[in-house]
Each structure stands twice: as C-alpha cells, then as structure tokens.
C-alpha cells in the first residue's frame, strides 16, 4: 500500500526554534499577498473543472473550457498533456498563476488517481493550504481519505469543496457527518445550497446572511448572472418562492441552533473544515467559495529545514524543487524545475547557492508559469512558483538559496511495486530512447533499476501504480520518437539492502526474488511476496532491508 510505504522526514511544524534573521518589510508585504493552494481528491471529482472556473472567475481566461471538449469547444487549461486529453483524467500536477482581488495566487492542479499520487504527494509539499473536493452523489472516498490524511499530517488547512451539487443523491447534512466520522475533522458548513440536484439553484452565505441564486450558461464556459438578497427579503425580491424559502429558512435556523461556530484559528491549526457546497459544472457557488478561500486560506509560513523552521519574510531567498517535468511547451523541448519560493526576495540574474551540491550559479532563465505556458520572470516572493530551464543538474527536492546554506525538509519517497522491463522496438531510436527514459526517471515519473546479473542490459522500470507504465511508453513515443514494449515482472516488493560493505555480496535471495542496482549503484532486492521478504530477512541476519532508499 502506498501510504504505508510512505517515508517523509519529520513534520513541518516542528518546535525548534527559528533561524536568526532580520525581517524585509518589503518580503513581508508581498508574504500577505500571497496564496498557495493544491486542490486535492479522488479521481473524477472535478477538481480540474473547479480550477477552470476559478480561472474564469479570476480573469484568467474569458471562456472556461470542459475536461471532455467536444471538437469546436475549448479544453480545460490544466490538464494540457495530449494524454490527459485523450483520457479525460489528470496525469500531471499543473501550476497555474493567477491575480484576483489584488491577491498573488498560486494554484495546483492535482491528479486523483492514486497510480500518480508521487505527483500529488510532492506536489502537496509546495502547498499552504489545500481544496478538498467531494462529489456529492459519492461521498468520502478512498483516495481523498489518504490525501487528507497527509495533509493533516502536515497540518496543512483544508477547505472543502462539495461538488456536483447539481447531480441527484447529494444530502448535504449526511455529507457533513461524513466528513466528521470517516475524515475525524470538524465541519462548519459556510454556505448552504439552495434546492438540490436538478433543483439546485444557489447558495445561502452563512456569515453574510446573504441568499445568491443563480442563473445557468450554456456549457457554464462563462461567470453565471447573479442575483442576491438577505434570507429575510429572498422572496420578497424574486429569488425564491415562498415554499423554498421557508424551507431555506428552517435549514439556516437548524445550523445556527445545532453547529457550532466557525473558528479561523482552529482552521489554520487543522482542526476544522470549512465547507462549501456549489457545481464546478454549471459554476453554482464558485464566486462565493473563491471569496471565502481569499479571506480564510494562510499566506505562506516558515518552512522546516535541517537549521530549524524559515520565516519566510527574510531578505535572503531560498526555495525547493518539488516538480521537474520535461517537454511542457512544444516550442522549447526542455525541462523546467518548479521552485517554490519559501522565503526572501528572487530577482534574476541573481548568484545563489546549489546546496546539495555547493555550487554558485547565475539564474537568468526564470519563468512564471500558467498550466505549459511560460512568460519571463524578472523577481518572486514567498508562495511564488519559479519555473527554472533545467540543464540537467537540478534533482527533486534540492535547495536553491542565498546565503548560508539551507536544506529545507525532504520530499517524500516511495517505494515502487510494480516492476517491468522497458525495451526499445527500433535500433535506430536508440538514443531517443535512452534520452527520453533517463528525462523521465529525472522527473520522478518512473523509477530505474537494473540487473547486474543479466546478460542484455535492459532497463527494468520500478512504479508505485501500473499507469505508470502506459505514460513512460505513451511519452517515450510522443515526446522521444521512439516505439517500445513491456514486459512485466513478477514481483511485488522492493526493498534497498544495506549493511557492513564485506557482508553485501553474501545475501541470500530466494528463488523468486532478484537483485538489482539503482542509479546510485545501491543494491535493491525484488520479491514477489511479503512471505519471500520475511524469509529473506531471517536468512540474512546481518542485513537490513529497507522500503526506501
Ligand atoms: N454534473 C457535474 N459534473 C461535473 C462537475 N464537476 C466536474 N464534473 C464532471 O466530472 C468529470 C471529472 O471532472 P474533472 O474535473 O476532470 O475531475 P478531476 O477531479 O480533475 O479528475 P482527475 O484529475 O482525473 O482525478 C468531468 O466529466 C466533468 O465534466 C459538476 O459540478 N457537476
Ligand atoms: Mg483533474
């Protein structure tokens, strides 16, 4: 199981006290301005239809597009990879930057599907707040119980989005309770819906005492008329008949007298979720949502590393890579490292400090990003995502900053189960191959083993979810040129070999279980069941096995 096997390093909200620092008014102003946000669920929810229309909402683009985007309508801007388009579903998390309201905002676009969660976890950690989305007719299910996991773990503030509003089966008060029971978190509705499925009309704003009602689009590709007025004056004013309203009326009666009140501090602590209820689809209730979420979401907070939390208004810039993807915009064919920036001023041009490595070097080639598009970036803030041209040094979770050097906490890794080895179908394509394979290890996208005891040196793929696979093969072809085949293994588990040097070449494999090396040269063993792994472990004493490297 992924979560099991998950390993971070201890949790951003340790106690140790913060690095020395003289504070930057300037950082700290731009700090305040600044909102950094993932959106996070099961698969199908609709959280790339959600980030659309905050897009729209925001400005961003004049006509939302749809995940399934028929021949002449537009496509949604986050998922932009020719896979995902074909599919329907998010492979890749995406960066997009946008201005509202005089906020900086920083949103990223998840995948749901859990063989892609390496991309939502790392993503995650770039995060200061995360956008729950439930699909109302369904429920909590699995794979947004484990991400709200992490992120409470991280004390990371949720919000909660409950979509689809406009489906049958969402009963809004059953879906409180099950957030409460099965997610153990408290939740304060802050909006209320108006009618239910095809009746779904709007929202009631809890603390504005405001009912909206809304007006469909075609398609919801552009920001929905509305029309609001406070409970008392809703039917007087046209906006409900009398039925719902008093039906209205008695719902908001009932929240007032049984909830409890809604607490930012205990929100910002990870104790409370606020929740809102809409359509992502039909954009129902997405204005009122941004709103709060500008209000209620932290701007960026000191941030853990080997020295102890970094504020992040110091003068002095650091940020991390948690995302490097290769081949985003056709036009440039290269590899672009996401920094986030978590603390100081970035200017360009700027000399900082490799810290894994040591090294100095000048960035001139800095980008903001929106979905694959780029622009030139001449300076970022706390919050900020720094879109760097990688020429091949930069690795996942490295620190880049100004300064003393500061590592700040590791990514988490994961180990892989599934395995299979990748061959090249044309000889010519060779290099492409080898090219296109060694870009997309880089990137986290698929891990890379090898048989040393093997006579054709082949490339065995290690994956923590099989679509990985279909994405390295899809992507090796499209983005590469070159055709390939796979054949799976038949092992379940990976565990790196350590102990004394003179002990290493004594291990003893079953016969189902092979060893193989990975690209730092460490020995990995491959079993095909835990039983093969528990037996090993006895007949090796003197070796350890571990989940990850
Ligand atoms: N009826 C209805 N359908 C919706 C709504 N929001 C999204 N959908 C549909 O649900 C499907 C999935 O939406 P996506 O936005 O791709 O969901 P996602 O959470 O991004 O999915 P992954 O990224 O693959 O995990 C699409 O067909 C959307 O059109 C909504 O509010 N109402
Ligand atoms: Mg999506």
Same mark, same amino acid.
């Given at each position: 199981m992924l979560t099991e096997n998950r390993v971070e390093s201890s949790s951003p909200t340790n106690a140790a006290a913060e690095i020395a620092y003289t504070p930057d008014p300037q950082v700290r102003e731009e700090v305040k301005k600044r909102r950094t946000f993932a959106i996070i669920s099961h698969p199908d929810a609709g959280k790339t239809t959600l980030t659309e229309k905050l897009l729209l909402y925001s400005g961003a683009v004049n006509v939302a597009g749809s995940v399934r985007a028929r021949k002449n309508q537009r496509a949604v801007t986050s998922d932009w990879m020719a896979m995902e388009r074909e599919r329907g579903i998010s492979i890749t998390s995406t960066v997009l930057n946008i201005d509202y309201r005089g906020y900086k905002i920083n949103l990223l676009d998840t995948p749901g599907h859990q063989d892609f969660s390496e991309d939502t976890y790392r993503t995650l950690t770039a995060a200061?707040?995360?956008?729950?989305?439930?699909?109302?007719?369904?429920?909590?299910?699995?794979?947004?119980?484990?991400?709200?996991?992490?992120?409470?773990?991280?004390?990371?503030?949720?919000?909660?989005?409950? !979509?689809?509003?406009?489906?049958?089966?969402?009963?809004?008060?059953?879906?409180?309770?099950?957030?409460?029971?099965?997610?153990?978190?408290?939740?304060?509705?802050?909006?209320?819906?108006?009618g239910l499925g095809h009746e779904f009309r709007g929202v009631y704003d809890r603390r504005a005492k405001k009912a909206m009602v809304f007006e469909s689009v075609a398609h919801g590709?552009?920001?929905?008329?509305?029309?609001?007025?406070?409970?008392?004056?809703? @039917?007087?004013?046209?906006?409900?008949?009398?039925?719902?309203?008093?039906?209205?009326?008695?719902?908001?009666?009932?929240?007032?007298?049984?909830?409890?009140?809604?607490?930012?501090?205990?929100?910002?602590?990870?104790?409370?979720?606020?929740?809102?209820?809409?359509?992502?689809?039909?954009?129902?209730?997405?204005?009122?949502?941004?709103?709060?979420?500008?209000?209620?979401?932290?701007?960026?907070?000191?941030?853990?590393? =080997?020295?102890?939390?970094?504020?992040?208004?110091?003068?002095?810039?650091?940020?991390?890579?948690?995302?490097?993807?290769? !081949?985003?915009?056709?036009?440039?064919?290269?590899?672009?490292?996401?920094?986030?920036?978590?603390?100081?001023?970035?200017?360009?041009?700027?000399?900082?400090?490799?810290?894994?490595?040591?090294?100095?070097?000048?960035?001139?080639?800095?980008?903001?990003?929106?979905?694959?598009?780029? =622009?030139?970036?001449?300076?970022?803030?706390?919050?900020?995502?720094?879109?760097?041209?990688?020429?091949?040094?930069?690795?996942?979770?490295?620190?880049?900053?100004?300064?003393?050097?500061? !590592?700040?906490?590791?990514?988490? @890794?994961?180990?892989?189960?599934?395995?299979?080895?990748?061959?090249?179908?044309?000889?010519?394509?060779?290099?492409?191959?080898?090219?296109?394979?060694?870009?997309?290890?880089?990137?986290?996208?698929?891990?890379?083993?090898? !048989?040393?005891?093997?006579?054709?040196?082949?490339?065995?793929?290690?994956?923590v979810g099989q679509l990985q696979f279909d994405v390295v093969q899809y992507r090796i072809e499209s983005e590469y040129g070159a055709k390939t085949s796979i054949q799976r293994l038949p092992y379940k588990l990976a565990r790196w070999v350590e102990g004394p040097k003179e002990e290493l070449p004594n291990l003893i494999l079953p016969t189902n279980a092979m060893r193989t090396l990975d690209r730092n040269g460490k020995t990995v063993a491959l079993f095909g069941s835990q039983w093969d792994l528990d037996y090993c472990v006895k007949q090796n004493p003197k070796l350890t096995f571990n989940v990850v490297s």
């Open positions: 200061d707040a995360a956008v729950m989305v439930i699909d109302a007719a369904k429920g909590i299910e699995a794979q947004t119980e484990k991400l709200f996991k992490v992120c409470a773990l991280r004390k990371i503030p949720i919000l909660t989005f409950i !979509n689809k509003m406009d489906r049958p089966g969402g009963e809004p008060l059953k879906l409180l309770s099950e957030i409460e029971q099965v997610l153990g978190i408290h939740a304060v509705p802050l909006n209320w819906p108006i590709s552009q920001v929905v008329p509305t029309k609001s007025a406070s409970l008392e004056d809703a @039917q007087k004013e046209g906006l409900l008949d009398a039925e719902s309203h008093a039906r209205l009326k008695d719902e908001v009666e009932l929240l007032d007298v049984a909830g409890a009140p809604f607490d930012h501090e205990t929100f910002l602590r990870g104790e409370v979720t606020p929740v809102f209820y809409g359509s992502a689809l039909t954009n129902f209730g997405i204005e009122p949502f941004f709103d709060a979420f500008l209000e209620l979401a932290p701007p960026p907070r000191a941030r853990l590393s =080997e020295h102890g939390p970094v504020p992040p208004d110091r003068g002095e810039f650091a940020g991390f890579i948690f995302k490097i993807q290769a !081949n985003m915009d056709p036009r440039h064919r290269d590899r672009i490292a996401f920094v986030r920036v978590c603390a100081g001023r970035f200017v360009r041009e700027m000399i900082v400090t490799h810290a894994r490595t040591g090294d100095t070097m000048r960035i001139s080639r800095s980008h903001r990003l929106f979905a694959q598009n780029r =622009e030139s970036m001449d300076e970022a803030y706390p919050g900020d995502i720094i879109g760097l041209v990688n020429p091949g040094n930069y690795r996942l979770g490295d620190t880049l900053c100004e300064g003393k050097p500061i !590592n700040y906490q590791g990514l988490p @890794q994961f180990s892989p189960e599934h395995f299979a080895i990748l061959s090249c179908n044309e000889t010519l394509k060779r290099k492409q191959f080898t090219k296109g394979l060694e870009q997309l290890v880089e990137e986290g996208a698929i891990q890379l083993l090898e !048989n040393p005891d093997a006579l054709r040196k082949e490339p065995i793929l290690a994956a």
